[in-house]
């Protein structure tokens, strides 16, 4: 298994400013994952963070407004851009278990309240 | 892209009773997951089960992955059970990217 931190584990924001979200594995993993949770929703993959390379992005999310950083194998960043109302969500990162295909483990989340 | 659906979206049980809960999906998947979502958002893993049957104390896995679904069994519910239930799976030819289901959302009363 792994042990995914968060940083924040919540926040709340004002309209127009951005927000980073922090994530640390204790372990190297290969893939990282970021997650949104809409409140009552369910959870809507926004990007794949890949180290050495540019994350790649799900349909609907794009990269001026949700900037990723994967500088090394156990840490990554997802960045909320020019944030507005409907962005107040549950951001969580997940990484893959080695082997590929495997069990994939969730970070906390972070809980951000855009006003 | 695959579908993945969950029935019955709300349950509501009385504590000790037994239920089970379904998810079905529209296409071959290389991962299947069940997480238990808390109260306070932590996505908890249940099971990783892409085909086959598990246990796990008081719950149970099974997924058939040539008829596309999977059900989990909770048996002599309690309070604590109470949350969201995700399914979750990877399309098979994916790069292991999680959809999930939209949930079921389970209140256990005392």
Not at chain 1, 13 to 40: A, E, K
Request: hydrophobic residues 30%; proline residues 5%.
């Amino acid at each position: 298994s792994a042990v995914i931190s968060q940083k924040p584990s919540r926040d709340i924001c004002q309209r127009g400013t951005s927000l980073t979200i922090q994530c640390q594995v204790d372990s190297q993993v290969t893939m990282m994952f970021w997650y949104r949770q809409q409140p009552g929703q369910s959870l809507t993959l926004i990007a794949t963070a890949n180290q050495g390379s540019e994350a790649t992005y799900e349909s609907g999310f794009v990269i001026d407004k949700f900037p990723i950083s994967r500088p090394n194998l156990t840490f990554s960043t997802l960045t909320v851009s020019n944030m507005s109302p409907e962005d107040s969500s549950i951001y969580l990162c997940s990484v893959e278990g080695t082997g590929g295909h495997e069990t994939q483990y969730f970070g906390p989340g972070t809980r951000l309240l855009v006003l | 892209g695959i579908q993945v659906e969950q029935s019955p979206p709300d349950l509501i049980l009385q504590e000790g009773a037994n239920s089970t809960l379904r998810c079905n999906f529209s296409d071959s998947v290389n991962n299947l997951q069940w997480f238990h979502q808390n109260p306070w958002g932590q996505l908890i893993n249940l099971f990783y089960i892409p085909s086959g049957t598990k246990q796990n104390g008081r719950l149970s896995a099974t997924t058939v992955a040539t008829e596309r679904y999977s059900l989990l069994y909770i048996s002599s519910s309690q309070t604590t059970d109470s949350g969201v239930y995700f399914c979750a799976v990877d399309l098979a030819g994916a790069n292991s990217k999680l959809t999930f289901g939209k949930g079921i959302t389970l209140s256990v009363r005392p």
